[in-house]
């Protein structure tokens, strides 16, 4: 970004006043525009749909938080607190009207706000991807790069097995696994956690087993897909001939040229992949008892907590959304003919 | 580019694979041998796993697979009568595993298939036809594939009874948007071929350019990616099941199997991982043949 504001301002001097011009006129940040602009509609019909969804299931949460014997008057006060007399589409609208205030209703359970509630629950999910994104793609990246250095060579093959082991198991037949092996049999990392607490070392081996359950699969899944790319750009550019030939050295070749521009996929891939997480920390967060908002999802499913799972659904939609956009400036970051406005091939 | 001369530097470059002349016989003829195992190992072990969950069970009688008897109860494997053991209350888990893989079969194939018609012909219509068209189902394709899976599985649920048919239109509705992105990016590649230019000038109407000229150009690309779909369908299906929200008990499911091993994994860690080899196997063959197909058809 930098660069790209240095180049313009040699080149027209003038831009340096025009503000206005320069913001507007940035490739990047009309992209960026663009992607917020289409996350709109998508934003709205997710959050409808599960509006609709979760209306179409049977039973009055009134009358689930109150018992079978409440009087009507008390099931009619908890509806009109909780807001339940106004008709479809205006519950609706003011749980969005609410949204865009920041605030999320009130969840029909313990009858808390859903700030509250999602505040109290997010941390550890938040801990538990980052620890799962950062060392699957950390590692996703340094096997790919092993792999593609000599395609078909003993370190591609291993690395071939092993991510279509991890393509082909289920995450949560892989947590059973994990925790037969390592915290029955030998007793390294807990099984169960129900708070991660204020130390990071307990924190980070709590995480550990879910992490792995989460994070093999996707290792999997990067390293594929990185792997295929490297090798296609090592095979068929001309400017991996035009750095051989210069002198540069093969890892260097390696890493800095090819894998840079077989970056792209598995960012884009990385970001598509963030919102569908849900599905994976929903069923491994109850596995290991880990107090997130993937096991606050299930539950709140189970008994009709509309508020509460639009919460969850939002909080996962917005990620998606954001993951998108760092994807988009990611590009521009990469590769410069995004950054000048250049269509990149 | 006028003449075609052969270009040394692809050639010669590391890696890629040489030419056929330039191997010895011996060794072009391993590699043949190699490619057909690749498919076919893989391939006969699906066909297997086929036989003995449909075929098998109306050859030789097998125990019922949803009830049992608490006499038998937690037998080991190679115990007589049960070759595979007896769960907690005496079900046989072989044919546990029979019926539940009739279950997974039947799910992931006709998920896949309603995916590869309704997405299919969405995709195409999307791609080949472009401008507003393009517009309305790409957003409606962003939003089922950003709606979460679970909320509509126990909608699905709960409104409905949870039973086998439900749970396969329930998963539909996440094939049916990611086969219509993989059908309009192919058909978009397709599209810009000068065949169907040439098509379309020698006034070929839009639906039989759709059928004949783009359908069969986009058709190896959706299948090897729908192996690829039936492992994850069988996958996300266990885990329904595996949360209790997919196929009741007594019916049973490869995912209810182990989500009932859970509670003795210490004890009889065998009834988690029976069933877990079983599923790791199924999948990683059909991922296998999925592999095999792409690089025998040139998909990427």
């Known amino acids: 970004m930098a660069l790209a504001q240095q180049v313009q301002l040699q080149r027209d001097p003038g831009a340096r006043h025009d503000f206005a011009r320069r913001v507007t006129g940035s490739p990047a940040l009309r992209l960026v525009g663009r992607r917020l602009l289409t996350a709109i509609p998508v934003l709205l019909g997710v959050t409808f749909l599960t509006f609709v969804v979760m209306n179409l299931i049977p039973g009055n949460p009134a009358q689930l938080i109150l018992g079978i014997n409440a009087s009507k008057s008390a099931i009619a006060q908890v509806d009109a ?43 550890t999910t938040c801990y538990l991807l ?40 289920a995450p949560y037949v892989l947590a059973l696994v994990l925790i037969y092996v390592f915290a029955v049999k030998v007793q390294w990392f807990p099984a169960i956690s129900n708070s991660l607490g204020g130390n990071p070392l307990t924190a980070i081996r709590a995480l550990t087993l879910p992490a792995a359950s989460i994070g093999f699969p996707l290792f999997a899944v990067y390293t594929r897909l990185l792997r295929a790319d490297i090798v296609e750009q090592m095979q068929r550019e ?42 994976a920390v929903a069923i491994i967060e109850p596995i290991f008892s880990l107090p997130g908002i993937g096991a606050e999802l299930i539950s709140a499913i189970q008994i009709n907590d509309l508020p509460l799972v639009e919460g969850i659904v939002v909080v996962f939609a917005l990620v998606t959304v954001a993951g998108n956009l760092i994807a988009d400036l990611l590009y521009a970051v990469l590769d410069p003919r995004i950054r000048y406005g250049r269509s990149a091939s | 580019m006028a003449a075609q001369l052969p270009d040394s530097t692809t050639l010669l470059a590391p890696g890629s694979a040489p030419l056929p002349s330039l191997l010895s016989a011996r060794r072009l003829k391993n590699q043949k041998l190699a490619r ?8 006969s072990i699906i066909i297997a796993l086929a036989f003995i969950c449909f075929v098998w069970p109306h050859i030789y009688s097998i125990p019922p697979g949803n009830t049992g008897s608490i006499l038998a109860a937690q037998e080991p494997p190679f115990s007589p009568g049960h070759w595979l053991g007896t769960d907690p209350d005496g079900v046989d888990i072989f044919s546990m595993l029979v ?22 012909l969405i995709g195409l219509s999307a791609g080949y036809f472009g401008g507003w068209v393009d517009t309305l189902l790409s957003r409606v394709i962003d939003v089922l594939i950003a709606f979460p899976a679970l909320v509509l599985a126990l909608a699905v649920a709960e409104v409905l009874q949870p039973s086998e048919t439900h749970l396969i239109w329930a998963l539909s509705v996440f094939s049916v948007p990611a086969f219509a992105r993989v059908t309009r990016a192919g058909t978009l590649v397709v599209r810009e071929l000068p065949f169907i230019t040439a098509a379309r000038l020698s006034g070929t109407r839009s639906w039989r350019i759709i059928t004949r000229h783009v359908l069969p150009n986009v058709i190896p690309g959706i299948v090897t990616f729908s192996l690829l779909g039936i492992g994850v369908v069988v996958i996300l299906e266990g885990a329904l099941d595996f949360l209790g929200l997919g196929i009741q008990p007594p019916q049973p499911s490869w995912g209810a199997m182990i989500a009932k091993g859970q509670g003795v994994l210490t004890a009889q860690p065998e009834l988690v991982l029976i069933p877990s ?11 296998l043949v999925g592999d095999a197909l792409r690089e025998r058809w040139g998909v990427r």
Request: zero cysteines; hydrophobic letters at 50%; charged letters at 10%.
């Open chain 2, 36 to 43: 057909t195992l690749r498919l076919w190992v893989p391939g």
């Open chain 1, 238 to 279: 001309d400017y991996i001939v035009t750095a051989k030939a210069k002198g540069v050295k093969p890892w260097r070749v390696l890493t800095v040229h090819a894998t840079r521009n077989s970056l792209f996929t598995l960012i884009t891939l990385v970001a598509l992949n963030l919102g569908t997480l849900i599905g």
């Open chain 2, 277 to 287: 080899i079983v599923l790791l196997i199924f999948v990683m063959s059909l991922n």
């Open chain 2, 99 to 120: 019926y539940g893989g009739q279950v997974s079969f039947e799910v992931g194939f006709a998920v896949t298939g309603v995916g590869i018609v309704i997405g299919g």
């Open chain 1, 81 to 123: 607190k909780l807001g339940l007399n106004h008709p479809f589409w205006d519950r609706y609208w003011i749980w969005l009207d609410g949204l865009l205030h920041g605030n999320l209703g009130i969840a029909y359970s313990n009858q808390q706000s859903v700030n509250s509630d999602l505040a109290q629950h997010l941390p």
């Open chain 1, 130 to 169: 980052l620890y799962t994104l950062v060392v699957s793609l950390g590692l996703g990246v340094l096997v790919a790069m092993l792999a593609a250095r000599k395609p078909n060579g003993i370190a591609d093959r291993i690395s071939l097995a092993v991510s279509m082991l991890g393509l082909s198991v």
